[in-house]
Structures are given as structure tokens and as C-alpha cells.
């Protein structure tokens, strides 16, 4: 791991910069980041947005971290922009990691293959991320704060909030609203949307939770009640990129 986004900041402006044809919605947080970037991708796609997902680490296999359209890449499109990266970071003085070349292949494939828009999953942090490199973004979100990896994110909420925080860059932010006093705080201050107040569980069965949040009612399949807060974070970044509801709602279900 090298923290820092010099090097991806590099090797994307080798690439021709594909970063700045994308609406890119950046997801940070301690917990919550896979189920609010699939609940966003899934929305976007319903949205009539063709929709690109680079989301880390792969569980069986490395063409897991690269959807379009919340399919997996298929092999040969990935090989092909996997090989563009590494060429262009041949070059590079400082060579980049292994994330920070994926994160770039990732980015490159999605706008050479018609993607409107990105959902990209931070790695670790936020600050110093690779993934925080990307020149502008319609939405920053961070999922929760907790202590973690405190060894590099440092020991105390008010560092974690620094580096997960760090996404916010003149951007709209959206953040659930049962975060630590402290952090819910910070991010007041820095003018992020407070998701999931006045949400209300309307059913639960094994396979689906029904709920009703801003006067709409929504399901969701992913199990536990939990999830319904991560819904809320995910309504609201569709409200703020205009994804019209009904669209929601089917991308959440």
C-alpha cells in the first residue's frame, strides 16, 4: 500500500484524464460501503444510466472489483484496459501500486465503454486513497465511522472523520444520521445531508424488509434491519443526482 494520489493522479492524466467523463458518486465509511454501492449502482442502472462499480478487495476473483452495469466486466474488455494502464505506467518515475493501477483501469474502462457514471468505492480512508485522486465527483458519501485501522487512519473519531471526510471536495455530501456525535458534528459542519430520520419499518420476512422513508414506501432484500439505513443514504443520493423514485425504489428491491 502507498497512501497518497499523486501517483493514480499521474497515471489518470497518462490515460487521458478518463475521470472527467464520468459522474463519479465516491463512497467512504468503516461499515456499509459494499451495500450502498451496490443499492446506488442497482438505482443508477434503473435510472436508464449505463453505470460503472469499482468496489475492493475481490473475494474469489480480481474481475469482481469492475461492474458495468452491475455485471461483472467481461474478461477480455478488462485485459484490454488492464494492459493500456500498465503501459502508461511504464514510465512513471514512481511506480503505482497494485490498487492504484486497478483504480485507474477501472476508470479508464468505464469511460471508453460509454459509462455516464461511476460509483467508486474507497479503499482504505479517504484522503490519502488512490480512489481520491479523481478530479470532480457529483457525490461524496460516507456509510459510517468507527476505530479502524487506527494504525494509519490514526487513533481518535475526529481522525477517522479527517481521512474519511476527506472525500468532500466540492461535492454534496450524504451521510446517515446515527453516526458518533462527534462525527455526526463534523459533517454537519461541513453541509452533508443527514440520511435516515423518520425512516419506519413496515414489515420484516425472511427474504424482505418494507419500509417507508420521505413519504415513499421501498423493500429491500439484504438482510438485516440495518440495511434499511443504508437504503436511506442511497435515497438520498439518488434525490440529489435526480434519479426519479419509482427508479429507486426498483433499484433497491
Known amino acids: 500500500m502507498k497512501p497518497g494520489t499523486g501517483r493514480t493522479r499521474e497515471l489518470l492524466d497518462r490515460l487521458g484524464?478518463?475521470?472527467k467523463k464520468l459522474n463519479i458518486l465516491h463512497v467512504a465509511g468503516s461499515n456499509g460501503k459494499g451495500s450502498v454501492c451496490a443499492y446506488l449502482s442497482h438505482i443508477l442502472r434503473e435510472g436508464g444510466l449505463r453505470t460503472g462499480t469499482f468496489t475492493s478487495p475481490a473475494v474469489f476473483d480480481r474481475g469482481e472489483c469492475f461492474a458495468i452495469d452491475c455485471l461483472p466486466a467481461p474478461r477480455d474488455i478488462l485485459q484490454k484496459y488492464t494492459d493500456e494502464a500498465r503501459s502508461a505506467a511504464a514510465g512513471?518515475?514512481?511506480?503505482?501500486s497494485p490498487f492504484e493501477l486497478d483504480t485507474c483501469t477501472a476508470l479508464a474502462m468505464f469511460a471508453g465503454e460509454g459509462c455516464t457514471h461511476c460509483v467508486l468505492e474507497c479503499?482504505?480512508?479517504g484522503l490519502e486513497d488512490a480512489t481520491n485522486a479523481v478530479s470532480r465527483k457529483s457525490v461524496a458519501v460516507i456509510t459510517s465511522i468507527a476505530l479502524e485501522?487506527?494504525?494509519?487512519?490514526?487513533?481518535t473519531i475526529a481522525d477517522i472523520c479527517r481521512h474519511k471526510g476527506g472525500i468532500i471536495r466540492d461535492c454534496p455530501a450524504v451521510v446517515p444520521d446515527d453516526l458518533p456525535d462527534e462525527a455526526a458534528a463534523y459533517f454537519a459542519a461541513r453541509g452533508a445531508i443527514a440520511a435516515g430520520g423518520g425512516l419506519q419499518i413496515l414489515s420484516r420476512t425472511e427474504d424482505c424488509r418494507r419500509f417507508t422513508y420521505g413519504g415513499s414506501d421501498y423493500a429491500v432484500r439484504m438482510y438485516g434491519d440495518g440495511q434499511l439505513k443504508n437504503a436511506a443514504v442511497a435515497i438520498e443520493c439518488a434525490k440529489l443526482i435526480g434519479i426519479p423514485q419509482?427508479?429507486?425504489a426498483r433499484g433497491l428491491y
Open 123 to 125: 479503499g482504505l480512508g
Open 17 to 19: 484524464c478518463p475521470d
Open 149 to 155: 485501522h487506527t494504525d494509519i487512519l490514526g487513533a
Open 92 to 96: 512513471m518515475a514512481d511506480a503505482p
Open 246 to 248: 419509482d427508479a429507486v
